[in-house]
């Protein structure tokens, strides 16, 4: 039973995946794009690996694919004129594609894929996966997760500063012109004579 569920969800995987490259409406597209993804989260159920599958969901398909979307809406995007050059570039796709599936069918044959290469999970274990992925991701590997994040946050800063710059309505300050600013330019001390009272 649990073959022929993987099965059906790696034939709808397929099929999206292809649809995804193959239809000519973006938006179809981003549609096929969710579907992919929402099969590539019931094989991870499967494999008992329920963090990523809900991380594939939730990050993937809630974020990214609106964000896909959105862009893909606000855009005018000419069809016409993205076909136009199919011809001409075919000849490279091909040849590019026909290497990748020679090196995913070397990577993926018999040889080097198999229950006996890995070791299957264990089924009978306590733990959760989710406990073990965070005692492995806070243990092992914190150095690396702290750098990654602390790299996300600069590029996410960054990002914001950049596309604020361009923009006049905003209110944005030249940190530079903050720091060349003196005292004497802000202040000015005005003499008023007094005024008598009537």
């Known amino acids: 039973m649990i073959k022929l569920i993987f099965y059906l969800f790696a034939g709808i995987l397929i099929f999206a995946g292809t649809r995804v490259i193959t239809v000519k409406n973006p938006v179809h597209a981003a549609m096929f794009l969710v579907l992919s993804f929402f099969s590539s989260a019931a094989i991870w159920l499967l494999l008992e690996a329920e963090f990523l599958a809900m991380t594939l969901v939730l990050v993937y398909v809630g974020a990214v694919m609106v964000l896909f979307l959105f862009v893909v809406m606000m855009l005018d995007i000419n069809l016409t004129v993205l076909r136009e050059g199919f011809a001409r570039y075919f000849p490279v796709g091909a040849l590019v594609g026909s290497l990748i599936l020679i090196e995913m069918l070397l990577l993926v044959g018999p040889n080097y894929f198999g229950l006996d290469k890995f070791q299957v999970p264990d089924t009978a274990s306590t733990v959760p996966n989710t406990v073990a992925l965070g005692r492995v991701l806070y243990t092992e590997y914190l150095y ?3 750098i990654a994040a602390v790299i996300l ?20 300050q030249d940190p530079a012109r903050q720091v060349e600013v003196s005292a004497h330019d802000r202040l000015k001390v005005l003499k008023m004579p007094a005024e008598k009272a009537q």
Not at 153 to 172: C, D, E, G, P, W
């Open 144 to 146: 690396a997760f702290e």
């Open 153 to 172: 946050l600069v590029a996410m800063v960054a990002a914001i500063a950049l596309t604020m710059r361009s923009k006049r309505q905003n209110k944005y």
